[in-house]
């Protein structure tokens, strides 16, 4: 099966927990130059916070960030 979309050169995966609810967000990312892992998480992070608001301040439950190759 091949996928029409153009994808990120990493994979992610970030699920949020606040003991009331959970989201998680998973998806592709490419990376600005010179841009860090920790930087690539906050955005990550800012982005399933615009999906999920009520979870502003949850725990990541877990990240994790691969390249997206097999």
């Not at 998973?26 to 916070?49: F, K, M, Q, S, V």
């Not at 615009?50 to 994790?64: D, K, M, Q, S």
Request: proline residues 9%.
């Amino acid at each position: 099966m091949q996928n029409a979309q153009p994808q990120g050169s990493l994979m992610y995966v970030l699920p949020l927990s606040d003991g009331r609810g959970q989201g998680t967000v998973t998806g592709t990312y490419n990376p600005a130059p010179g841009e860090t892992r920790h930087d690539a998480y906050g955005a990550i992070r800012r982005h399933a916070l615009n999906i999920y608001p009520r979870l502003e301040g949850a725990t990541v439950v877990f990240f994790t960030l691969e390249p997206n190759a097999l």
